[in-house]
């Protein structure tokens, strides 16, 4: 069964740093796509960035970008030059690659940047 | 930009009670989605759809009925509510899996509390 865990509850960071999250997955597929979510203070939810198993190169949107290290079945969202709108709730999630599948989300890790 | 509306955005109910939500997309979307969000627990699928007239379980379905009555409309149903369903619930959309563009659309939710 496919799992994602974010073990990161809550980060703090000042604007205009560096903000780190961590996400590990658990899949008996060997492809899968892995995504971000970001919810906002309003409730939205909205799409970030998405890395594809079979891909080498680590995405990048914008000021988000991904570390995906497939050895340790991790997926780590990397904003840089974060603004005080980056304060949010970020989702990990994943689809095995068998298709019709559903996304599988983590549990959320809530980002405040400060001025 | 792809339209999820959700109704209503605000429910209140008596255990033992009978509840729709309901969720319209007007984008032309092949799957559909209903999933819960509890504090701790991140986003939790219940069901989802792939076109009217499927139904596919999810992680959670237990207490919940849905049904895809077209492609624009997915509705679900709690039929005995209880309180452990109080719960901001999301309904989203997508194209599909596999394809480039991949992503879900999320509504803006439904707040649920069962009294």
């Known amino acids: 069964a496919q799992k994602v865990t974010q073990t990161q509850t809550s980060i703090s960071v000042m604007e205009k740093t560096t903000v780190t999250m961590d996400c590990v997955y658990e899949t008996q597929d060997s492809s899968y796509f892995l995504f971000w979510y970001k919810q906002t203070a309003s409730g939205e939810i909205v799409f970030l960035i998405r890395?594809?198993?079979?891909?080498?190169e680590n995405a990048t949107v914008g000021h988000y970008s991904l570390n995906f290290q497939k050895p340790k079945s991790s997926i780590g969202l990397i904003i840089t030059a974060t603004q005080i709108e980056d304060s949010a709730v970020y989702f990990c999630?994943?689809?095995?690659?068998?298709?019709?599948?559903?996304?599988?989300f983590g549990t959320g890790t809530t980002v405040s940047v400060s001025p | 930009e792809a339209a999820v509306t959700q109704s209503p955005r605000n429910k209140v109910t008596v255990t033992g009670g009978n509840v729709t939500l309901s969720c319209r997309q007007t984008n032309s979307h092949n799957y559909m989605y209903w999933y819960r969000q509890d504090t701790g627990h991140g986003l939790r699928l219940i069901h989802y759809s792939y076109g009217a007239g499927n139904l596919q379980i999810g992680d959670v379905p237990d207490g919940y009925k849905a049904t895809r009555t077209t492609q624009e409309d997915f509705f679900l149903l709690l039929e005995l509510a209880s309180p452990s369903q109080t719960s901001l619930y999301f309904c989203a959309s997508s194209a599909g899996t596999g394809v480039s563009n991949e992503r879900l659309f999320f509504g803006h939710g439904t707040k649920l509390s069962v009294l």
């Open positions: 999630a994943m689809r095995e690659g068998q298709g019709g599948r559903a996304l599988i």
């Open positions: 890395q594809d198993s079979y891909k080498k």
